[in-house]
Structure formats: structure tokens, C-alpha cells
């Protein structure tokens, strides 16, 4: 069984799709930049990462032989920390080549415990039969898949999608994105209630967690913690320190999330 079929309490997203060292000199952008950060995120109390690539010219990287010498990297450097890559779009991938992405990786020996897709993403193209095919094998290789989800009707959208057969509905794991589409990508904690309200009415269990952009990340974060969440913390979504200063690197943010009741 994958060590991401239970989410840990805190993971850490250290850099994203879309951030670079012009944003901060510490954000990891390179793979032995992100294995170093990853061990001392999970010295402060990250239990997996969330990782993303760069290619040579620093672009968001959806690449399986550079997914295989991270995790390479990351079993020799950090091995209990287990890592989760990503499928995000980022505005360069589409459906089609998200799926293949991960039908090269399950064809590797080095695999990822975990991966996270976006609903709405991977459905885009409205092909149900290569989408089921492909949720069906990351079960069946034990790839624990955690559903990325932006509002509460996506909720009700995977709900319908387990229902049909497309998403295996068992062990799900989900993060509740906060404040990508809101003004400022600012986010609120009174924003997790309509998730979890729809996730009520579509009988959907599921060890869920939350991530949120901007500065109150750390109130987001405490309130997913209250309410029996997990956290997702790092410098994809924010860069800042709960009093609104600039972190001084991920380590930081993790410290201060794992920290709290």
C-alpha cells in the first residue's frame, strides 16, 4: 500500500507550476534543490512532498525520466518521505498528454507513491474511456491518486464520476484548493465550508486536505486542521509568514503549520 493512501497531516509544495527565484531565491527549481528542501521540510514536520519540475529553460516539466531521478534522489536522501508529483496543465499540457505522462510512469520501476490530478482538467477533453482506463491503473499499481478539486461543484462532479465508474471510489484522497479564482488569489477559511457542505450532501468519504493561496494561508490551514483536515503549505501558494512577513524558505512555513493544534 502506497504511504499516500492516508494523507500525512502536512505536506509541502514547495515551488509550483509557475513560481521561479525571482519570487524567492530559495523556491527549489532545480531536483537536487528540491530533495534539499524536501529534507528539511520534513525535518520541520512535512510528511510527503508535492513536487513539481523544471525543464532547462525553467518551464513547469511533465517529464516521467525526471520524475524517476527525483524519486531516485529522494529515496537515497529523504527515504521516508514519500513523494507526490504532479499532472497540473499549467497551460502547456492537455488531457491527452497528462494521461500519458502517467502511463510512462507506471511503466517504470521508479513510481511515485502518489500523484495528484485535477478533475477538471483531466476530464476536459470529455474522454471518459481513456480517463477511466487510466484512474483504474494508478489503483491497480497502488499510485494513490488525490483529487484536486476548485469549488463545490467539482465535488459533486467527482461524486457523479465515482458513480459512473470512471474514479475508483475507494481510499479517496482530495485537496479543496482555496482562492485560485477569487480576487487577488486572496483566500478566507469561510471558503472550506462549501466543500465540505458538498462532500455532506454527495455522501462522498474521503481524507481530505486544503491548500490556499495568499497571505491568510496559515488561518486557512488551521481552520482545515480544526475541522479534521490535513495541510498543504509551501511556497506554490504562499510566501509569506502568518504575521506577513516574507518567509525565509519552506522549512519555515511547514514549521509553523506542523506547529499548530
Known sequence: MSRLAILPRVMV??????????????????????????????AAGAGAIHAHLRDAQGQHWLDSGAYGE?????????????VQITTEAAGRYDAPAQRALLHRVLQQDRRPEGVSIGLAEMLADGDRAAARALYHDLSGAAVAVQHILYDAGQVTALAQEIAQGTIPGGGLTLLYVLGRYSAGQQSDPAMITPFLTAAADADLAADWAVCAFGRAETSCLAAALAAGGKARVGFENNLHMADGSIAPDNAARVREIAALP
Not at 509550483?16 to 534539499?36: F, N, Q
Not at 527525483?70 to 514519500?82: K, N, T
Request: proline letters at 12%; charged letters at 20%; one cysteine or more.
Open 13 to 42: 509544495a514547495p515551488n509550483g507550476a509557475r513560481r521561479g527565484k525571482d519570487d524567492h531565491p530559495a523556491l527549489p527549481v532545480t531536483i537536487a534543490e528540491t530533495v534539499a528542501t524536501a529534507a528539511a521540510c520534513h
Open 70 to 82: 527525483l524519486i531516485a534522489e529522494m529515496a537515497r536522501a529523504v527515504p521516508d518521505m514519500p
